[in-house]
């Protein structure tokens, strides 16, 4: 599955789940990808950040390419 590239530029929720489990699903290692965006939403690290900006943390924390 492909990004939604429309959502690049708009606010991730951790609040929702299902943004959770679509940026993760994005990856081949979905549930490590998933921990690490639910252990971000708890230090309150990505709150107000971008989809776009969520992707390039999973690249420099995680070593992972940005999605298509």
Do not use: A
């Amino acid at each position: 599955m492909g990004r939604n590239k429309e959502k690049d530029d708009k606010h991730f929720n951790c609040n929702q789940d299902h943004e959770i489990d679509y940026v993760s699903n994005l990856y081949m290692d979905s549930k490590k990808v998933k921990q690490f965006l639910v252990e971000q939403c708890e230090s309150g690290n990505i709150n107000y950040s971008t989809h776009k900006d969520v992707y390039k943390l999973i690249k420099k924390e995680l070593g992972l390419p940005i999605p298509n």
